[in-house]
């Protein structure tokens, strides 16, 4: 897709976003160096590049439709993998100060590759479980915005990002047509953390013929410090 027209006129009508060109190139850009780096590391599922631009470029950005125009702040990324949603975002919104958190080596050095060349500033990296730094003075109840795409149970993602968040904190957390009733699943998780689902926005994608859902949670209490639980815990046990 030369120059990335489509993906700009896609953003344009899907999200209201204006790309510049270089916002565009950079799309482009870290689009061939997943195809190539996946070759090597197998680092994501979708490898065509139609597929990424959707699935994974435009998907990310939907995060907008519960973060508003314009957002500023702190964003945490937990389970980021290859930079999703983080990246994209801080592409289009470089104020944001960005912190992504994945536990496979092979995927962080990729986000530092991606973060280096194109010259993106605040943006932090860390190789650890997200697990561990919730209890860290420098990440717990500091952020404004925390992400998570679909890299587990909803009661299980709720016990990773509110204790990251501050008080009035949001949490987006990106699901499939199960969304809705796994919303509901995490109630009572939220409710032992300090949150509450605020909004549940359904997301069209072209050519992605199933219904995805932004779960919006907001951070109405402080989170007791027990947790989140020692590694592993969480998926193992998951709140109820």
């Known amino acids: 897709m030369i120059g990335y027209e489509g993906f700009a006129k896609t953003a344009s009508s899907l999200l209201g976003l204006k790309l510049n060109p270089r916002q565009l190139e950079a799309f482009e850009w870290y689009a061939s160096e997943l195809v190539e780096w996946d070759r090597r590391f197998n680092l994501t599922a979708v490898t065509d590049l139609h597929g990424i631009e959707v699935k994974h470029f435009l998907d990310s950005l939907t995060c907008l439709q519960g973060m508003g125009p314009g957002p500023a702040g702190r964003m945490i990324d937990v389970g980021t993998g290859a930079g999703f949603p983080g990246l994209p975002l801080k592409i289009v919104f470089p104020r944001l100060e960005l912190t992504l958190v994945e536990s496979i080596g092979k995927k962080v050095e990729f986000c530092r590759h991606v973060v280096r060349s194109l010259r993106l500033e605040g943006v932090e990296i860390v190789h650890d479980r997200v697990e561990r730094i919730g209890h860290q003075s420098e990440h717990r109840g500091v952020y404004d915005w925390a992400l998570a ?92």
């Open 149 to 240: 795409r679909a890299v587990a149970s909803m009661p299980v993602l709720v016990e990773y990002i509110l204790p990251l968040l501050k008080l009035g904190g949001r949490g987006i957390i990106q699901k499939g047509d199960m969304g809705p009733a796994e919303a509901h699943t995490a109630e009572g998780a939220l409710r032992i953390l300090g949150g509450r689902v605020d909004q549940l926005i359904p997301i069209e994608l072209p050519t992605v013929v199933e219904c995805r859902y932004l779960v919006v949670v907001v951070k109405n209490a402080a989170t007791p410090d027990k947790y989140p639980r020692r590694p592993g815990i969480p998926g193992k046990r998951p709140l109820k």
